[in-house]
């Protein structure tokens, strides 16, 4: 066998398996700012209030239906807080 046929086939299964890697590795986990950014795309402007870092870090806990309270409670809609908290999980 040629050296440059061996080396393509090393690079194409190194490749593969990387790939491979890649694809099976679990995603990241969001977190706390990510949710943030979510409500504060609803707030259109400035920052987010006190509230809403309080909900997103219950959120982040894992307390999924505390999040979505705390954060609609605060005047932030269903919809948005479901998405935001959903992110922080």
């Given at each position: ?6 080396t ?38 400035g ?17 999924h ?14 919809g ?10």
């Amino acid at each position: 066998m040629r050296t440059t046929t061996r080396t393509a086939g090393v690079l194409t299964g190194l490749t593969l398996a990387l790939g491979g890697a890649v694809l099976a590795a679990p995603a990241a986990h969001a977190d706390v700012r990510a949710c943030i950014n979510q409500v504060e795309r609803e707030l259109r402007g400035g920052e987010a209030p006190e509230y809403v870092r309080t909900a997103c870090s219950v959120g982040l806990g894992g307390d999924h239906a505390k999040c979505v309270s705390g954060l609609t409670a605060g005047g932030v809609t269903n919809g948005t807080a479901v998405s935001a908290c959903r992110v922080a999980k």
